[in-house]
């Protein structure tokens, strides 16, 4: 069914900076398109060519029904591509041939059994030789899904574990940030080395009122202030 988005995905193809190669990839999945298959609106608008790749790969996910088996194969290939060296070799070395990168990915899918999207991304990123990639594209489709499920990930960081108090208090701090209708997932990770308050870590913003962060702060103003009077 990929193919029938092949009209829209072609049409589409200058706007969002895709390759024509990249299209034709996608849309070889199947045979004969229908002039009124229409993909899902996108839940959030990312810029540049990852960003376009992910949103192209979430929008026919979410028509096929599948958005979050090809989110869980993306982290497994990402991984796979962190852990082994030759797989790597194979993302970036641009004199490898195409059809020889295009069987590797090939091979690799079919061993788990990924699905027709995941597919088609990846051969898509082989005959581009742009499979390094495939971190950026994940990362963005990351971002896709947390908007279509309206959550907002935050995680707590202080110098020592929380009791239940102490996490009623950042959890109602950290959901200021949030914007209504979204909902707050937030984990809690402990740092020594922050000596005391908080930071609360955001995909898109950084929150530090940590003891380290203030010292840091004095620090630095009193430096500049010795440097003034010099």
Known sequence: MLARAACL???RAEQLQLSKQLVRCFAAAASAPKTDYKLPVAPLQLSGTSGAIATLAWQVAAKENVLANVQDELYQLVE?????????RLATDPFLPVAFRQKVVCDMCA?????E??????????EENSLSAIVQVTLAYEELMLAHKKEVHCTVVTAQPLDDAERAVFTKQAQAFVEPGF???MKEKVDRKLL???????E??????SKAKKLEEFNN?????ENDLK
Not at 111 to 115: D, S
Not at 221 to 225: A, G, H, M, P, S
């Open 117 to 126: 999207v995941t597919k088609r991304l990846m051969e898509a990123l082989a």
């Open 9 to 11: 995905l072609a049409c």
């Open 80 to 88: 796979v591509f962190k852990t082994y060296p030759e797989i790597r």
């Open 221 to 225: 103003l009193v430096t500049k202030l």
């Open 111 to 115: 061993a788990k059994e990924v699905t």
């Open 196 to 202: 005391g308050g908080f930071v609360l870590e955001f």
């Open 204 to 209: 898109d913003r950084l929150v530090d009122m």
């Open 183 to 185: 909902k707050l997932v």
